[in-house]
């Protein structure tokens, strides 16, 4: 099984530990298995987000509007893989 990294700075991070998911209801699946960050990765994290944060304030309510709205599709597009997922996830 593919271990999932972690969303830094738009890069996928690995991570030499990671953690099983397990569906509640059925506590022989695992969904997946998902990396463990590090202290080192959360600082990496929280500068990227603290770089990221003049762009995005000067990004007009409009593109914002667009986004979201682009968001919002792909959620309803996918909404029974992710209903199904969630489920599963969730319980």
Do not use: C, H, Y
Not at 56 to 78: F, H, M, N, P, Y
């Amino acid at each position: 099984m593919t271990v999932q990294g972690n969303l830094i700075a738009g890069e996928w991070v690995a991570s030499s530990a990671a953690m099983d998911n397990i569906n509640p209801s059925d506590t022989r699946e695992i969904i997946g298995q998902f990396a463990l960050g590090t202290i080192a990765d959360v600082k990496n994290a929280v500068a990227a987000a603290r770089a990221a944060a003049p762009a995005w304030a000067r990004t007009t309510t409009q593109a914002r509007s667009d986004i979201l709205l682009k968001v919002s599709s792909e959620l309803t597009d996918r909404r029974d893989e992710l209903g199904e997922l969630l489920s599963r996830e969730e319980g």
